[in-house]
Nanobody, 123 residues
């Protein structure tokens, strides 16, 4: 099993920045795809950004140019640098991972999930 733990959420004013981290532990060999999702109150969980073991990245249109996803060299920790935050970025942010390369499938069907970290952007 793989355990994922998110951190770095909090309250920030619009225009500010936050950096989220996702630490993977357990049976983490051969983790290929990692991604950040978010779920706002009353809405579905949506992909924010994804990254493969080959460092290929994808972003939702709503965050392009503002958010940056990255992984450390060991691939065990993933980050999401969020700049120019807007009120509509308020959500619970979830980390997800899979041993398959799911980039071509839109990061759908991720096997492992964290419990989430709340990001609140005040306007």
């Amino acid at each position: 099993q793989v355990q994922l733990v998110e951190s770095g959420g909090g309250l920030v004013q619009a225009g500010g920045s936050l950096r989220l981290s996702c630490a993977a532990s357990g049976f983490i060999s051969n983790i290929n795809t990692m991604a950040w999702y978010r779920q706002a109150p009353g809405k579905q969980r949506d992909l924010v950004a994804g990254i493969t073991s080959g460092a290929m990245t994808d972003y939702a249109d709503s965050v392009k140019g503002r958010f940056t996803i990255s992984r450390d060299n060991a691939g065990n920790t993933m980050y999401l640098q969020m700049n120019s935050l807007k009120a509509e970025d308020t959500a619970v942010y979830y980390c997800a991972a899979d041993r398959r390369d799911l980039a071509a499938k839109g990061y759908y069907g991720m096997s492992y999930w964290g419990k989430g970290t709340l990001v609140t952007v005040s306007s």
